[in-house]
Protein backbone atom coordinates (compact mmCIF):
# COMPACT_ATOMS: atom_id res chain seq x y z
CA UNK A 1 0.00 0.00 0.00
CA UNK A 2 1.52 3.78 -1.18
CA UNK A 3 0.69 6.28 1.79
CA UNK A 4 1.37 9.95 1.38
CA UNK A 5 2.22 12.38 3.94
CA UNK A 6 1.67 15.87 3.29
CA UNK A 7 3.12 18.23 5.16
CA UNK A 8 1.08 21.75 5.99
CA UNK A 9 -1.83 19.94 3.53
CA UNK A 10 -4.73 22.55 5.30
CA UNK A 11 -2.37 25.32 4.68
CA UNK A 12 -3.79 27.93 2.68
CA UNK A 13 -2.29 29.12 -0.78
CA UNK A 14 0.48 31.59 -0.41
CA UNK A 15 -0.32 34.88 -2.12
CA UNK A 16 2.61 34.75 -4.33
CA UNK A 17 1.49 31.21 -5.62
CA UNK A 18 -2.15 32.08 -6.57
CA UNK A 19 -0.74 35.70 -8.18
CA UNK A 20 1.79 32.69 -10.47
CA UNK A 21 -1.37 30.56 -10.83
CA UNK A 22 -3.52 33.53 -12.08
CA UNK A 23 -0.90 34.48 -14.36
CA UNK A 24 -0.80 31.13 -15.91
CA UNK A 25 -4.24 30.60 -16.41
CA UNK A 26 -6.09 29.20 -13.52
CA UNK A 27 -3.45 25.85 -13.63
CA UNK A 28 -1.91 25.03 -10.20
CA UNK A 29 1.40 25.05 -11.62
CA UNK A 30 4.33 25.94 -9.11
CA UNK A 31 7.77 26.25 -10.78
CA UNK A 32 10.14 23.39 -9.63
CA UNK A 33 13.39 24.99 -10.76
CA UNK A 34 14.95 28.36 -11.58
CA UNK A 35 14.83 27.48 -15.25
CA UNK A 36 11.56 27.40 -14.82
CA UNK A 37 10.77 30.15 -12.59
CA UNK A 38 12.79 32.13 -14.97
CA UNK A 39 10.79 30.66 -18.34
CA UNK A 40 7.91 32.02 -16.64
CA UNK A 41 8.88 35.38 -15.46
CA UNK A 42 9.71 35.72 -19.36
CA UNK A 43 7.26 34.56 -20.87
CA UNK A 44 4.99 36.64 -18.73
CA UNK A 45 6.49 39.94 -19.92
CA UNK A 46 3.97 41.17 -23.08
CA UNK A 47 5.93 41.07 -26.85
CA UNK A 48 5.80 44.77 -26.98
CA UNK A 49 7.49 45.35 -23.31
CA UNK A 50 10.19 44.06 -25.14
CA UNK A 51 12.77 46.03 -27.62
CA UNK A 52 14.53 43.54 -29.82
CA UNK A 53 18.42 42.48 -29.81
CA UNK A 54 18.23 42.51 -33.92
CA UNK A 55 15.07 44.20 -35.44
CA UNK A 56 16.52 42.33 -38.43
CA UNK A 57 16.57 38.54 -37.16
CA UNK A 58 14.08 36.27 -39.05
CA UNK A 59 11.75 36.16 -34.83
CA UNK A 60 13.18 39.09 -32.95
CA UNK A 61 10.61 38.56 -30.19
CA UNK A 62 11.44 35.25 -29.77
CA UNK A 63 15.14 35.78 -29.76
CA UNK A 64 14.71 38.54 -26.67
CA UNK A 65 12.67 36.51 -25.08
CA UNK A 66 15.82 34.07 -24.96
CA UNK A 67 18.31 36.37 -24.46
CA UNK A 68 16.26 38.40 -21.38
CA UNK A 69 16.10 34.67 -20.21
CA UNK A 70 19.60 34.09 -20.47
CA UNK A 71 20.68 37.55 -18.50
CA UNK A 72 17.77 36.93 -15.69
CA UNK A 73 19.09 33.33 -14.92
CA UNK A 74 22.57 34.67 -14.98
CA UNK A 75 21.62 37.52 -12.51
CA UNK A 76 19.52 34.95 -10.44
CA UNK A 77 22.91 33.26 -9.95
CA UNK A 78 25.07 36.36 -9.21
CA UNK A 79 26.74 35.93 -13.30
CA UNK A 80 27.04 39.95 -13.45
CA UNK A 81 29.40 39.86 -16.41
CA UNK A 82 28.13 40.02 -20.00
CA UNK A 83 31.16 38.33 -21.47
CA UNK A 84 30.36 35.63 -19.21
CA UNK A 85 27.06 35.56 -19.77
CA UNK A 86 27.94 35.51 -23.72
CA UNK A 87 30.61 32.52 -23.03
CA UNK A 88 27.63 30.81 -21.29
CA UNK A 89 25.41 31.09 -24.20
CA UNK A 90 28.68 30.06 -26.48
CA UNK A 91 29.42 27.09 -24.44
CA UNK A 92 25.42 25.76 -23.85
CA UNK A 93 24.02 23.51 -26.28
CA UNK A 94 20.74 24.27 -25.05
CA UNK A 95 20.60 27.85 -25.64
CA UNK A 96 17.98 28.43 -28.48
CA UNK A 97 19.25 30.08 -30.90
CA UNK A 98 19.25 29.84 -34.94
CA UNK A 99 22.62 28.11 -36.30
CA UNK A 100 22.79 30.85 -38.99
CA UNK A 101 22.60 33.77 -36.84
CA UNK A 102 25.54 35.03 -34.81
CA UNK A 103 25.43 34.65 -30.83
CA UNK A 104 25.26 37.97 -28.87
CA UNK A 105 28.17 39.10 -27.52
CA UNK A 106 28.80 40.91 -24.48
CA UNK A 107 28.31 44.30 -26.10
CA UNK A 108 25.09 43.43 -26.85
CA UNK A 109 23.95 41.58 -24.20
CA UNK A 110 24.84 44.99 -22.81
CA UNK A 111 22.56 47.09 -24.97
CA UNK A 112 19.74 44.65 -24.78
CA UNK A 113 20.10 45.11 -20.81
CA UNK A 114 19.65 48.96 -21.10
CA UNK A 115 16.87 48.61 -23.80
CA UNK A 116 14.79 46.81 -21.65
CA UNK A 117 15.31 47.05 -18.10
CA UNK A 118 11.70 47.51 -16.95
CA UNK A 119 11.08 43.32 -18.24
CA UNK A 120 14.70 42.41 -16.94
CA UNK A 121 13.44 43.92 -13.51
CA UNK A 122 10.15 42.61 -13.01
CA UNK A 123 11.65 39.26 -14.66
CA UNK A 124 14.44 39.18 -12.10
CA UNK A 125 12.05 40.24 -9.26
CA UNK A 126 10.35 36.80 -10.02
CA UNK A 127 13.39 34.72 -9.98
CA UNK A 128 14.46 35.82 -6.71
CA UNK A 129 11.09 35.44 -5.65
CA UNK A 130 11.39 31.78 -6.40
CA UNK A 131 14.97 31.47 -4.45
CA UNK A 132 13.20 33.37 -1.36
CA UNK A 133 10.16 31.04 -1.69
CA UNK A 134 12.87 27.56 -1.86
CA UNK A 135 14.57 29.04 0.99
CA UNK A 136 11.21 29.33 3.23
CA UNK A 137 10.25 25.96 2.40
CA UNK A 138 13.90 24.77 3.39
CA UNK A 139 13.17 26.46 6.83
CA UNK A 140 16.22 28.82 6.44
CA UNK A 141 13.75 31.75 6.07
CA UNK A 142 11.11 32.91 7.07
CA UNK A 143 9.52 35.74 4.49
CA UNK A 144 9.45 37.56 1.44
CA UNK A 145 10.29 40.57 1.70
CA UNK A 146 9.10 42.41 -1.15
CA UNK A 147 10.97 45.65 -1.08
CA UNK A 148 14.13 44.09 -0.36
CA UNK A 149 13.27 41.74 -2.78
CA UNK A 150 13.04 45.12 -5.12
CA UNK A 151 16.13 46.33 -4.25
CA UNK A 152 17.84 43.03 -4.12
CA UNK A 153 17.32 43.12 -8.26
CA UNK A 154 18.21 46.85 -8.55
CA UNK A 155 21.34 46.05 -6.89
CA UNK A 156 22.06 43.60 -9.52
CA UNK A 157 21.46 45.53 -12.69
CA UNK A 158 23.48 47.85 -11.02
CA UNK A 159 25.94 45.44 -10.64
CA UNK A 160 26.00 44.03 -14.14
CA UNK A 161 26.37 47.54 -15.33
CA UNK A 162 28.82 48.38 -13.55
CA UNK A 163 30.90 45.22 -14.22
CA UNK A 164 30.37 45.58 -18.16
CA UNK A 165 31.76 49.17 -17.95
CA UNK A 166 34.40 47.39 -15.37
CA UNK A 167 35.30 44.95 -18.73
CA UNK A 168 35.25 47.72 -21.00
CA UNK A 169 37.70 49.86 -19.29
CA UNK A 170 39.64 46.75 -18.92
CA UNK A 171 39.88 46.59 -22.92
Known amino acids: MN???????????SPAA??????LGGSDFR??????????????QPAEALTPLNADS????TQARDVLALLVR???????????????AASDPDFPWPWWEALPDASALSRFRAANR???LESLKAALQFQVEERIYAGAVTRVN?????EEAHR????????????????
Do not use: H, W
Not at 18 to 23: G, I
Not at 31 to 44: C, F, K
Not at 74 to 88: C, F, V
Open 156 to 171: RITMAAFADSQELEAE
Open 58 to 61: ARPF
Open 74 to 88: GYAEQIYSSAKLASR
Open 146 to 150: RPRLA
Open 118 to 120: APL
Open 3 to 13: TMICNNAGAAV
Open 31 to 44: PRTLDQAVQDAVDA
Open 18 to 23: AARTVA
